[in-house]
């Protein structure tokens, strides 16, 4: 008999088995062996190596008599599974042979699904369909051999189901606990880290990651994800905080330091070189604490300060660089003066002495400072001269004692002409002039002491 579409149809039948016919299970073509792989973590196989053949000889398990009957041998005999017309015997074996194959193949993908941990039930469903309909299959082939690895099937469908939901429950437990260490984790950055665009990264990170996790269960991952959620709104009020006060403080900089500059810029023309360069000390302490406001304007008000603060240093510099010259210029005429002035002899006349030391006194008030490092030295040349000629008129005193009171008198003169000059250079803010002048009143003071002393010892 054939279909509609002219291929041979397989007519269901069965018919004990003739004498001499071969047992089920002899020997057959050497078939492909396929074992069952497990899936990843599991450990269940099928209890024997799953064998699919690609090409079987269906001539060792049934046969196409010359009228077309077609006939499969099994351990329960041999029957008839169908009727061949569309071709000789040979080509019928060999349709019945295919189809066979093809019911093969179908028992090694479940074989294939067990071992992979596919849903066991669904498995074993199919595998008992299959079991159901292979005494009536229009196939010639292994039907016995078939029909034990359905029941392998069958049996290891309920262990490979356990371990499977074991398998599911475990990756639930264990992807459950990575969230909840994510979750962990995203509360400790949200409430403590500080590195703002690090800690954001990593949130982004963490996302990332919860997103590729799977398997939780859906109300327990409901409430991580709020853990999860509530703590990068956590973070990102405290970051946005965090950001808004510093805007502020910015914000603060900026105007504190608009001052400072303000207050550079009027300073920057005086000639109070002491205490406006104390003060621009001041300010730029007072800068460093300001704090820093936005980049950009931060950078043009530093700029803008420190020009102000250039301008300043700048003409002071330029006016110290004038007074030392200044000063050399006068060590260089006092050391001249004394050169002059060192061979003064009272031995050669006493009040041409005197005479040439007020001269070389006035001379050298005149000329003005002179280098810090230079003062003690010319200071000394000059005592050593006037100490010269003090000691000749304190001799003079003592061998002149009917001109002694004169003497005194003329003294006492000059200590108020030295305290005179000192009055005014007090008044004239010259302090250091006025204690110079003080000096030598007190110099005359001495002397006019002596003298008045030794007319009072004769």
């Not at 984790?185 to 982004?204: F, H, P, V």
């Not at 005359?444 to 004769?458: D, F, I």
Request: net charge negative; proline share 4%.
């Amino acid at each position: 008999m054939s279909d509609s579409n002219g291929t041979a149809k397989a007519t269901p039948g069965s018919a004990p088995r003739p004498s001499g016919a071969p047992k089920p299970g002899g020997s057959t073509p050497h078939p492909k062996p396929h074992a069952i792989k497990p899936a990843p973590g599991q450990s269940v196989q099928h209890p024997h190596p799953v064998v699919v053949p690609t090409v079987t000889d269906p001539s060792a398990w049934g046969r196409v008599d010359e009228d077309g009957t077609a006939w499969v041998k099994t351990s329960e005999g041999e029957h008839v599974v169908g009727s061949w017309q569309a071709g000789d015997a040979a080509e019928g074996l060999a349709h019945f042979g295919r189809r066979f194959d093809d019911l093969a193949t179908e028992v090694a993908l479940l074989e294939a699904r067990l071992a992979a941990g596919a849903d066991a039930r669904k498995t074993k469903a199919a595998a008992l369909t299959l079991a159901e309909s292979l005494p009536t299959a229009a196939v010639i082939g292994d039907i016995d051999g078939l029909a034990r690895r359905l029941q392998a099937i069958t049996e290891h469908s309920e262990e490979a189901a356990a371990h499977a939901k074991e398998e599911k429950d475990r990756a639930r437990h264990e992807h459950t606990e990575r969230k909840e260490a994510l979750c962990a984790e995203a509360e400790k950055i949200a409430a403590e880290s500080t590195q703002w665009k690090a800690a954001g990264d990593r949130l982004r990170e963490i996302l990332d990651e919860w997103k590729s996790i799977r398997g939780v269960d859906r109300k327990v991952d409901d409430a991580l994800w709020k853990r999860y959620s509530k703590a990068r709104e956590a973070f990102n009020r405290r970051r946005g905080a965090h950001f808004a006060e510093l805007d502020r403080e910015r914000a603060a900089a900026k105007s504190r330091k608009e001052e400072l500059c303000e207050q550079a810029e009027e300073l920057s023309s005086s000639t109070d070189w002491v205490g406006t360069a104390s003060v621009f000390r001041d300010l730029l302490t007072e800068w460093k604490a300001a704090g820093r406001a936005p980049r950009e304007a931060d950078e043009t008000l530093w700029r803008r300060f420190k020009s102000a603060q250039d301008v300043f240093f700048s003409a002071r510099n330029a006016a110290v660089s004038e007074r030392d010259a200044e000063f050399e210029h006068n060590a260089t005429a006092k050391e001249e003066l004394l050169h002059t002035y060192e061979n003064i002899d009272p031995a050669n006349g006493l009040e041409a002495a005197r005479s040439a030391l007020r001269e070389l006194q006035d001379r050298w008030d005149a000329l003005g400072k002179v280098p810090r490092e230079r003062i003690q030295e010319l200071e000394g040349r000059l005592r050593a001269i006037e100490k010269r000629v003090r000691d000749a008129v304190d001799a003079q005193w003592r061998r002149s004692d009917p001109e002694a009171m004169a003497r005194a008198a003329q003294f006492r003169e000059k200590v108020a002409h030295y305290e005179e000059q000192a009055a005014k250079a007090e008044a004239a803010g010259k302090a250091r002039d006025a204690q110079k002048a003080l000096d030598q009143a007190k110099q005359w003071r001495e002397w006019a002491e002596a003298a008045e002393g030794a007319v009072s010892n004769l």
